[in-house]
Nanobody
Framework: QVHLVESGGGVVQAGGSLKLSCTAPERSFSTYHMGWFRQAPGKEPEFVASISQNSLSTNYADSVKGRFTISRDNAKTTLNLQMNSLKPEDTAVYFC????????????????WGRGTQVTVSS
């Protein structure tokens, strides 16, 4: 089991950048594949990015490819999401999640979730 806590959200102008982080106190963090999801007001949650246990493989939604970068530091039990060239449509609550399934993009395959951090991109 892992307890995930997101941070780094905020308000930024379109074209700006933010870096989200997700930390866990458990060293078992390194045994999970990790992902980021987001949920905009009135919409279903959607996959953003995922990364394998050893960081060798990543996967991105088409809507963020080339703008967002997922990374992790297992020694610090931290997952990151660097978000550049932000657009108003990136406005959402961002969640990190842990799974045993490599590069999973489906919500139901993730076992543990953080509470989320709000990202607002103004035009």
């Amino acid at each position: 089991q892992v307890h995930l806590v997101e941070s780094g959200g905020g308000v930024v102008q379109a074209g700006g950048s933010l870096k989200l982080s997700c930390t866990a106190p458990e060293r078992s963090f390194s045994t999970y594949h990790m992902g980021w999801f987001r949920q905009a007001p009135g919409k279903e949650p959607e996959f953003v990015a995922s990364i394998s246990q050893n960081s060798l493989s990543t996967n991105y939604a088409d809507s963020v490819k080339g703008r967002f970068t997922i990374s992790r530091d297992n020694a610090k039990t931290t997952l990151n999401l660097q978000m550049n060239s932000l657009k108003p449509e990136d406005t959402a609550v961002y969640f990190c999640a842990a799974t045993r399934v490599a590069l999973a993009i489906t919500l139901r395959l993730y076992n543990y979730w953080g509470r989320g951090t709000q990202v607002t991109v103004s035009s």
